[in-house]
């Protein structure tokens, strides 16, 4: 067991994160000239290097913005409203893993071979009907909604039947706010399903969600890169920089290919990014403030554009889950305060901190309130929200987030050279980069260059305080099972076969999938059903990994 | 007994985060072992890979429910194999006790590499030190 040794602590090897040597100190002539014109515009101005809004937190407080979901979509409904009374100002629908990122029916035999795990890592969402059970009484139209759909394949039907509940109470979807996130990280990098639609067909599907979003849902955010996927597979902060923008990349050029919407309206659409932030608060609060500068570089300057409005990167962050320790883990609670910090630093428009059992499980109901509360007392009792970018001018945290900028544009251009984002998942060269850095995470746990406090140092063999892991409902499977059933039962079945027929022909043809997909989920189309057509049309995606 | 040891290690479930077992597979290769991954599998894959591939030991990566896991053991032993089982994953510790009751030994997040290789050795009747 390791406690503390001061022989180690002095051969300590001073870095960040992704091994940007540090010096003791840092003084003006560390800032380069260049990163210094950056610097001189006030926050809300190109490039946004200090900020994306002139005032700040002074004008709008960041979001609290907590993934939420278990069981049946009324356990699922159930702890949103519990998170939303407690202070939660967005909301975060997951839905079940198993059924949503294959796209299957809870009948599906992939599915019932697991049917324990259904409903462990949010509810099932087969039809509307059981998105309209989770939104029950939830006021959608003042509050701001996350519809689900993580991976990419699950999005047209995450959202389209998130906006089919909002027709049907008579919303004007012109004023609908929200998002949701189809994110290439976690689907083809981070989280590797085992039937995915080909990365080609994925970018097809998200720049569908962008158009139909520009002509209909002028103020939902369409798609959320989520570079946090990248990062807590293993990519460091830079690579998170470098690969967030040649994703973004991809979606734009095929805007452009298209010429079906302004670049002006792509790029807010695009916009909207996820990162992470973890432990290393100094370079992460610095990776945000670089990724507003890269983002307003790149439109500038690949895009041309000019309207400053349209060039605001509006940034989500999560803590990372895998800083989260399952060994004492109430320590946890000072790590997602830190990590929750450093995103505040960073000028973050919204958060969402990780529950203290993370590790264990999924957040049980009083991790969940704790991480709401960890972000009410930054709001409220530090007085961090009063000055824009308050870490901005500090010599090493300029020198720092130049270096950033300059190691993320060399990580993007490494990506452009072989082929581009997309070519870098289907031949696994990021998930080849993400395994180096996790193992060499774990190589600097084992030989002692890394402390993971309660995990590699200071290690109690019984904790004093033990907290077991939530342990969700057991009735998820059946219920799914039985309303199912009930569907099939009681929709009308010839005017669902008709609306499958035309997501057929839409994914089929080069028509925009979107008004296709509305009109399914209208017609109570299962999830199931959709997913057959994907497949059918689309095919599987040849993952380069085996895990 | 000088011959390579062969370890099984699949995932139980649907969710395909795969940090965790492509660190440990590395882990134990480096450390000697012949891994066979045969990814996201049912317990009867599971069950079938450990039969046609002769293993020393099997591994499972849960990213769900603990019962699923606990299938995959009683169904690997009325099958007849008696190799030991050894696993990683969110498992809490309620699942935890319920694993270990079934003589499974668990690697819960935050187990070093070296103590997961050291285990695998120990449990496929090698000597502690490499």
């Given at each position: 067991?390791r406690?503390?040794?001061?022989?180690?602590?002095?051969?300590?090897?001073?870095?960040?994160l992704s091994?940007?040597?540090?010096?003791?100190?840092?003084g003006?002539?560390?800032?380069?000239a260049?990163?210094?014109a950056?610097?001189a515009?006030?926050?809300g101005?190109?490039?946004?290097l200090?900020?994306?809004?002139p005032?700040?937190?002074?004008?709008?407080?960041?979001?609290?913005?907590?993934?939420s979901?278990?069981?049946k979509?009324?356990?699922?409904?159930?702890?949103i409203k519990?998170?939303?009374?407690?202070?939660?100002?967005?909301?975060?629908?997951e839905h079940?893993?198993n059924?949503?990122?294959?796209?299957f029916?809870?009948?599906?035999?992939?599915v019932?071979a697991?049917?324990?795990?259904?409903g462990?890592?949010?509810?099932?969402?087969?039809s509307?009907?059981?998105?309209?059970?989770?939104?029950?009484?939830?006021p959608?139209?003042s509050t701001?909604?996350?519809a689900?759909g993580?991976?990419v394949?699950?999005?047209?039907?995450?959202?389209?039947?998130?906006?089919?509940?909002?027709?049907?109470r008579?919303l004007?979807?012109?004023?609908?706010?929200?998002?949701?996130q189809?994110d290439?990280?976690?689907?083809y990098?981070?989280?590797v399903?085992?039937q995915?639609v080909?990365t080609?067909a994925?970018?097809?599907?998200?720049?569908?969600?962008?158009?139909?979003?520009?002509?209909?849902?002028?103020?939902w955010?369409?798609?959320s890169?989520?570079?946090?996927?990248?990062?807590?597979?293993?990519?460091?902060?830079y690579?998170?920089?470098g690969?967030?923008?040649?994703?973004?990349v991809?979606?734009?050029?095929?805007?452009?290919?298209?010429?079906?919407?302004e670049?002006?309206?792509?790029?807010?659409?695009?916009?909207?990014?996820?990162?992470?932030?973890?432990m290393?608060?100094f370079?992460?609060?610095?990776?945000l403030?670089?990724?507003?500068a890269m983002?307003?570089q790149?439109l500038?300057?690949?895009?041309?554009?000019?309207?400053?409005?349209v060039?605001n990167?509006?940034?989500?962050?999560?803590?990372a889950g895998?800083?989260?320790?399952?060994?004492?883990p109430?320590?946890n609670?000072?790590?997602g305060?830190?990590?929750?910090?450093a995103?505040v630093l960073?000028g973050?428009?919204?958060?969402g901190?990780s529950?203290?059992?993370?590790?264990?499980s999924?957040?049980?109901?009083?991790?969940?309130q704790?991480?709401?509360?960890?972000?009410?007392?930054?709001?409220?009792?530090?007085?961090?929200c009063?000055v824009?970018?308050?870490?901005?001018?500090?010599?090493?945290?300029?020198?720092?987030?130049?270096d950033?900028?300059?190691k993320g544009?060399e990580?993007?251009?490494e990506?452009?050279?072989?082929g581009g984002f997309?070519?870098?998942?289907?031949?696994g060269w990021?998930?080849?980069?993400a395994?180096?850095?996790q193992?060499?995470d774990m190589d600097?746990q084992?030989?002692?260059?890394?402390?993971?406090v309660?995990?590699?140092d200071?290690?109690?063999?019984?904790?004093?305080?033990?907290v077991?892991g939530?342990?969700?409902?057991d009735?998820s499977y059946?219920?799914?099972i039985?309303?199912?059933?009930?569907?099939?039962?009681?929709r009308?079945?010839?005017?669902?076969?008709i609306?499958?027929?035309?997501?057929h022909?839409?994914c089929?043809?080069?028509d925009?999938?979107?008004?296709?997909m509305?009109?399914a989920?209208?017609a109570?189309?299962?999830?199931?059903?959709?997913?057959d057509?994907?497949?059918e049309?689309?095919?599987?995606?040849d993952?380069?990994?085996t895990? | 007994?000088?011959?390579?040891r062969?370890i099984?290690?699949?995932?139980?479930?649907?969710?395909?985060?795969?940090?965790?077992?492509?660190?440990v597979?590395?882990?134990?290769?480096?450390g000697?072992f012949?891994?066979?991954?045969?990814?996201?599998?049912?317990v009867d894959?599971?069950?079938?890979?450990a039969?046609?591939?002769?293993?020393?030991?099997?591994?499972l990566s849960?990213?769900?429910?603990?019962?699923?896991?606990?299938r995959a053991?009683?169904?690997?032993?009325?099958?007849g194999?008696?190799?030991?089982?050894?696993?990683?994953?969110v498992?809490?510790?309620?699942?935890?006790?319920r694993l270990e009751?079934?003589g499974?030994?668990?690697?819960p997040?935050g187990?070093?590499?070296?103590d997961?290789?050291?285990?695998?050795r120990r449990?496929?009747g090698?000597?502690?030190?490499?």
């Amino acid at each position: 067991m390791r406690q503390f040794d001061q022989q180690r602590w002095l051969r300590k090897k001073w870095e960040t994160l992704s091994e940007i040597p540090l010096r003791a100190h840092y003084g003006p002539e560390d800032i380069p000239a260049e990163h210094l014109a950056r610097l001189a515009s006030p926050p809300g101005q190109a490039p946004f290097l200090r900020g994306a809004y002139p005032e700040g937190f002074r004008s709008k407080p960041w979001r609290i913005f907590q993934l939420s979901g278990f069981g049946k979509p009324e356990d699922e409904n159930e702890r949103i409203k519990f998170l939303l009374a407690h202070g939660e100002t967005g909301f975060l629908m997951e839905h079940d893993r198993n059924t949503a990122d294959h796209l299957f029916n809870v009948d599906h035999p992939e599915v019932q071979a697991r049917s324990a795990d259904v409903g462990l890592t949010g509810a099932v969402m087969q039809s509307v009907r059981d998105i309209a059970i989770c939104l029950d009484g939830i006021p959608i139209e003042s509050t701001y909604g996350h519809a689900g759909g993580a991976v990419v394949q699950h999005a047209p039907f995450a959202l389209a039947g998130y906006w089919t509940v909002a027709k049907r109470r008579g919303l004007d979807l012109t004023r609908l706010a929200g998002t949701g996130q189809s994110d290439y990280f976690l689907t083809y990098l981070g989280c590797v399903t085992k039937q995915q639609v080909p990365t080609r067909a994925g970018l097809r599907l998200n720049v569908d969600i962008m158009e139909f979003c520009n002509r209909h849902l002028p103020k939902w955010v369409p798609i959320s890169i989520a570079g946090y996927n990248g990062a807590d597979t293993g990519l460091n902060a830079y690579q998170e920089l470098g690969s967030v923008f040649a994703n973004a990349v991809e979606y734009l050029d095929e805007v452009q290919r298209r010429g079906s919407m302004e670049m002006e309206a792509a790029a807010k659409a695009v916009g909207g990014m996820n990162f992470r932030c973890c432990m290393d608060i100094f370079e992460e609060a610095s990776k945000l403030r670089a990724a507003r500068a890269m983002w307003h570089q790149l439109l500038t300057q690949r895009y041309g554009i000019r309207n400053e409005k349209v060039m605001n990167l509006r940034i989500h962050v999560v803590t990372a889950g895998s800083s989260m320790a399952y060994q004492q883990p109430l320590n946890n609670i000072a790590r997602g305060t830190l990590m929750g910090l450093a995103a505040v630093l960073g000028g973050a428009q919204s958060l969402g901190v990780s529950g203290y059992d993370e590790a264990l499980s999924v957040p049980s109901e009083h991790a969940h309130q704790m991480s709401v509360r960890i972000q009410q007392i930054l709001q409220n009792e530090t007085n961090v929200c009063g000055v824009v970018d308050p870490l901005g001018g500090s010599y090493y945290v300029e020198a720092l987030t130049a270096d950033l900028i300059g190691k993320g544009w060399e990580f993007f251009e490494e990506i452009q050279q072989r082929g581009g984002f997309l070519e870098c998942l289907d031949n696994g060269w990021l998930h080849a980069k993400a395994h180096q850095n996790q193992n060499a995470d774990m190589d600097a746990q084992a030989s002692g260059e890394r402390t993971i406090v309660g995990v590699t140092d200071f290690v109690e063999d019984d904790a004093p305080f033990e907290v077991d892991g939530f342990m969700g409902v057991d009735d998820s499977y059946q219920v799914a099972i039985e309303r199912l059933e009930e569907l099939r039962r009681t929709r009308d079945a010839q005017a669902a076969g008709i609306a499958l027929k035309q997501v057929h022909a839409a994914c089929k043809g080069s028509d925009n999938v979107m008004p296709a997909m509305m009109a399914a989920l209208e017609a109570d189309v299962s999830l199931g059903e959709i997913g057959d057509v994907f497949r059918e049309v689309f095919g599987d995606w040849d993952t380069p990994i085996t895990a | 007994m000088n011959e390579q040891r062969r370890i099984l290690l699949a995932k139980t479930g649907l969710d395909g985060h795969w940090r965790g077992p492509s660190v440990v597979a590395k882990a134990l290769r480096d450390g000697g072992f012949e891994v066979i991954m045969i990814g996201m599998t049912t317990v009867d894959e599971i069950v079938q890979a450990a039969l046609d591939e002769d293993v020393d030991l099997v591994g499972l990566s849960i990213g769900g429910h603990v019962e699923v896991a606990e299938r995959a053991v009683l169904a690997l032993r009325e099958a007849g194999i008696e190799r030991p089982v050894f696993a990683g994953g969110v498992v809490p510790p309620w699942a935890r006790k319920r694993l270990e009751a079934q003589g499974v030994e668990v690697y819960p997040p935050g187990s070093q590499l070296p103590d997961i290789v050291a285990a695998a050795r120990r449990l496929t009747g090698l000597s502690a030190a490499q």
